[in-house]
């Protein structure tokens, strides 16, 4: 599904809305957690306009290990505190990123992305992981795209965690 609202700042309400709504009801009732994590990411990857990869790293010890995802074959295991998607797990915080080149220590898994945004996953205080997108347009996401997507985590983890 390709975004029919757009992606115009006033429409991402509607937008994430309806796809954690269409997510809900994919996933529900299906116990396998692989399953749904390749079934959320490739909806999200197909939703969301400008959008190279989409999906999920677990957290495994003092790592994120790969999980599923639509995109570029990605870095398989990032170490807490390193790159954009292991800062977000260290701080256990949504991590947007206008610039992927300005950002210190980023991890280049794909030369075209510009922009990426990572959201936490927890299940109660713990963290399981996270949900990574990238961008080939600078300044892809905005607060609203962090807004939605936070919400969207919330509700996905009862489905892949």
Not at 126 to 136: E, Y
Not at 145 to 156: F, H
Request: net charge negative; aromatic share 6%; proline share 6%.
């Amino acid at each position: 599904m390709r975004d029919p609202i757009g992606h115009r700042a006033a429409d991402k309400p509607a937008l994430y809305g309806a796809l954690s709504r269409e997510l809900n009801a994919l996933l529900t009732g299906e116990p396998d957690l692989v399953a749904n994590a390749a079934n959320a990411a490739a909806a999200i990857y197909h939703a969301l306009p400008d959008i190279n990869w989409a999906g999920f790293y677990y957290l495994r010890g003092a790592e994120l290990v790969l999980g599923p995802f639509q995109g570029r074959p990605a870095c398989v295991r990032i170490a807490l505190g390193k790159g954009v998607c292991g800062t977000a797990a260290a701080e256990r915080r949504s991590v947007l990123v206008p610039n992927v080149d300005a950002f210190p220590g980023h991890i280049a898994c794909d030369a075209a992305s510009r922009s990426e945004l990572v959201v936490p996953l927890f299940t109660g205080d713990t963290l399981v992981g996270v949900l990574d997108l990238d961008s080939p347009v600078l300044a892809r996401f905005d607060e609203a795209d962090r807004t939605g997507c936070e919400s969207i985590a919330r509700m996905l983890v009862r489905h892949i965690a």
